[in-house]
Each structure stands twice: as C-alpha cells, then as structure tokens.
C-alpha cells in the first residue's frame, strides 16, 4: 500500500516542482517603448528573454515601460533562454 501511495505521489512532485509555477509565460515587464513605430520591447517573465513588439497604437498608450504586458497571439516567444 506505501508504494502504491509512493507511486501516485512521484507525478506530482515533478509537476509540482516546475520553474515557472505562478508565472504566465506570455507576460512580461516592458522594458523599452518606441513611438515612432508604437512598439515595446518586453522581458518575458518565464524565459527573461526580450522581444519587440509592434502594437496598435491605443494599446501602447497604455503600456508603459516598468509595467507588466501580456502578449497573447505568439506562442513561442518565451522559449528562448535567458541571456
């Protein structure tokens, strides 16, 4: 019976122990703005790899450099690794 319990505890430890736990990898803190082009450049919160980004320019009025941003049509920007 221990390791029937031992057995069905091990998959949770290792879901459990994962990196970015409380993280949403599609969000980021802004680090850089641009106005001629309406683009931010953001730390990916998971990865800590940056990107730019060109939004539409009512969504730059509100994304200011230092606050957190959520990117969430792009997939794959978090999978790079940390510089």
């Given at each position: 019976?221990?390791k029937?319990?031992?057995?069905?505890?091990?998959p949770?430890?290792?879901?459990?122990?994962?990196?970015?736990e409380?993280?949403?990898?599609?969000?980021?803190?802004i680090?850089?703005?641009?106005?001629?082009d309406y683009s931010?450049?953001?730390?990916?919160?998971?990865?800590?790899?940056?990107q730019?980004?060109?939004?539409?320019?009512?969504?730059?009025?509100?994304?200011?450099?230092?606050s957190?941003?959520?990117?969430?049509?792009?997939?794959?920007?978090?999978l790079?690794?940390?510089?």
């Amino acid at each position: 019976m221990k390791k029937l319990i031992v057995l069905m505890a091990m998959p949770l430890l290792f879901a459990c122990s994962s990196e970015d736990e409380g993280k949403d990898c599609n969000c980021g803190l802004i680090v850089r703005d641009n106005v001629k082009d309406y683009s931010v450049t953001i730390r990916n919160a998971c990865s800590g790899n940056e990107q730019t980004f060109i939004l539409q320019p009512g969504d730059w009025v509100n994304a200011h450099v230092g606050s957190d941003y959520c990117i969430t049509n792009v997939s794959n920007w978090k999978l790079a690794p940390k510089k």
